[in-house]
């Protein structure tokens, strides 16, 4: 395994990889607004190539924004073969960048900060707004996630909000312990856990469960069968969904609510492998049921 490269070749190598995925997301909105390619916005009463721009473009924390929630942009483009073929450009830029970040994370941790502050200047064009709009850093996750885009054409497109994710990491019970240790030992709530915990087998797994931020999922509906016979498939849509389109129109489509539901709104599983209530409530673990 080779040595780490130093620290301005992967500054300069990341520079290369933004100013990668900058310049193809302005080439695809530049191909959208040549070719009017028509677009749906969720929220917005109108959508175009100046809503398409600053979709694609979002990659800055907004003041007070959490670091782990990304902003979503949710719609719809009728997009002629060639801006397909850009969308796909789109990606493989944001791809590259996001692989030298992971490398970066590796290798270089301190150099983040440092990232996120310098990378927005290389683009004057993008960093004018930023004076008195509150938004000041760059957004690593909102600058590398990937546009998505239907692989086929489709008939029609119906969203909803899905607001029963969450995430489960399994611990063992002492790392479950670590974790507890780590938060006030003196409160009387926190002393009860670690009690209802010493009582558990060493070996005994557990799962610590983070929900999800509530986000939009597009089920699409193919005009033929996919090569694997599938008619329809479902995906997470924070940025505009790109559809091909022939004929420039857009897939019938649905209005889903402005806001998600307050509620969960998928009935539990049968095969629910977690108990119904936390074992430790302070960290979110729960025991397996047996």
């Keep these: 395994m080779g040595a780490a490269a130093p620290e301005y070749q992967l500054l300069a190598r990341l520079e290369a990889a933004f100013d990668a995925v900058v310049d193809a997301s302005q080439a ?32 800055w924390y907004q003041d007070g924004q959490d670091g782990r929630s990304t902003r979503s942009h949710v719609g719809l483009v009728a997009a002629s ?70 692989a086929a054409p489709v008939a ?44 558990l087998p060493d070996g005994e797994p557990l799962a610590q469960v983070q929900a999800q931020a509530p986000l939009m999922r597009a089920n699409l509906f193919f005009r033929e069968p996919l090569e694997d016979g599938h008619r329809r498939q479902a995906m997470n849509v924070a940025l505009p969904l790109f559809v091909p389109s022939d004929d420039g129109r857009l897939p019938d489509h649905n209005l889903p609510p402005a806001h998600p539901p307050q509620t969960r709104t998928r009935a539990r599983r049968r095969d629910e492998r977690l108990e119904q209530e936390p074992l430790l409530p302070s960290i979110r673990v729960y025991r397996y049921r047996r």
């Design 28 to 59: 695809l909105v530049a191909d959208c607004r040549r070719e009017g390619s028509r677009t749906w916005a969720f929220g917005r009463e109108t959508a175009d190539a100046d809503w398409l721009q600053e979709a694609l473009l979002d990659f």
């Design 81 to 150: 073969p060639a801006v397909m073929e850009r969308v796909h450009q789109v990606n493989a830029a944001k791809q590259a960048f996001s692989r030298l970040l992971g490398q970066i994370r590796q290798e270089q941790p301190s150099l983040l900060p440092e990232i996120k502050a310098v990378l927005p200047f290389r683009h004057p064009e993008l960093h004018t707004h930023l004076r008195g709009s509150g938004l000041a850093r760059l957004h690593l996750k909102q600058s590398w996630r990937a546009v998505p885009l239907a």
């Design 156 to 199: 029609r497109v119906r969203l909803a909000w899905y607001a029963s994710g969450r995430s489960i990491k399994r611990l063992s019970v002492r790392e479950a312990e670590q974790k507890l240790l780590a938060l006030d030992t003196d409160a009387p709530h926190v002393r009860i856990q670690l009690r209802q915990l010493a009582g």
